[in-house]
T-cell receptor, first 117, second 114 residues
C-alpha cells in the first residue's frame, strides 16, 4: 500500500476484555514502531521491531501489553485485561531501517482510537 | 529522565502572519531533533530533522533552528496559511544501548484564522 494502515480505526471495549490492534507498514520497511497518544499529549514510545524481533520493548507499560511481528511485516499490538486508563490513540509507524542512527523518517498511520468503558 | 517541553501550548494567529514555536529538551545522549506536524485525526508527518552540528534547516515556509548548547529548538512558520492549523510536535531521539528512542513533546496547537 501507499502508506501505513491501521485497523480498526476505532475500538470500543469493556474493562477486562482483550483487544488486538493491527498495523500494516509500508512495503519494504524493516523497522516498525508502536506509540500511545493520550488526549492532549504527544505520542509515547511503546516498542519497536527490526524485522521480526522486538529490538526494544522498554516503553511497554506493563505485562498486559504485548506485540508481535511474526513475518517481519504486519504487527499486532495485544492488550489483555484492558483498563480505562488504556484508552488512547495507538499509533504505528514504519521506517526503511533502524540502523542509520535513528535518522530514517518514520511514517505514521492514522492510529486506532481505543476506548475502554 | 528524558523530557521535551514545548511552548506555547496553543497559539492563534491570523492568516498571513508569522509565528515561532519553542522546544526545550533534556535528552541525552542527543542523536537528532525532528519537528512533526499532526493534523487532527492523523498521524504525525515529519517536517525537519536536525543533527548536533546543524543549527538551521528549512522546508518551504518552515524553518527550524537548533542550539545544542542550550538544548533549545524553534520552528518558525512564515506567511501562515489556513492549512497550517495543526499540532506541531518536537521530538528528540537519544541513543539508548543499541536503540534510538524518541521522546515526544506535548505539541503546540496552532490555529490559523482567516
Amino acid at each position: 500500500g501507499a502508506g501505513v494502515s491501521q485497523t480498526p480505526s476505532n475500538k470500543v471495549t469493556e474493562k477486562g476484555k482483550y483487544v488486538e490492534l493491527r498495523c500494516d507498514p509500508i512495503s519494504g520497511h524493516t523497522a516498525l514502531y508502536w506509540y500511545r497518544q493520550s488526549l492532549g499529549q504527544g505520542p509515547e514510545f511503546l516498542i519497536y521491531f527490526q524485522g521480526t524481533g522486538a529490538a526494544d520493548d522498554s516503553g511497554l507499560p506493563n505485562d498486559r501489553f504485548f506485540a508481535v511481528r511474526p513475518e517481519g511485516s504486519v504487527s499486532t499490538l495485544k492488550i489483555q485485561r484492558t483498563e480505562r486508563g488504556d484508552s488512547a490513540v495507538y499509533l504505528c509507524a514504519s521506517s526503511l531501517t533502524w540502523a542509520s542512527g535513528g535518522f530514517d523518517t518514520q511514517y505514521f498511520g492514522p492510529g486506532t482510537r481505543l476506548t475502554v468503558l | 529522565k528524558n523530557q521535551v517541553e514545548q511552548s506555547p501550548q496553543s497559539l492563534i494567529i491570523l492568516e498571513g502572519k508569522n509565528c515561532t514555536l519553542q522546544c526545550n529538551y533534556t535528552v541525552s545522549p542527543f542523536s537528532n531533533l525532528r519537528w512533526y506536524k499532526q493534523d487532527t485525526g492523523r498521524g504525525p508527518v515529519s517536517l525537519t530533522i536536525m543533527t548536533f552540528s546543524e543549527n538551521t534547516k528549512s522546508n518551504g515556509r518552515y524553518t527550524a533552528t537548533l542550539d545544542a548548547d542550550t538544548k533549545q529548538s524553534s520552528l518558525h512558520i512564515t506567511a501562515s496559511q489556513l492549512s497550517d492549523s495543526a499540532s506541531y510536535i518536537c521530538v528528540v531521539s537519544a541513543k539508548t544501548g543499541g536503540s534510538y528512542i524518541p521522546t515526544f513533546g506535548r505539541g503546540t496547537s496552532l490555529i490559523v484564522h482567516p
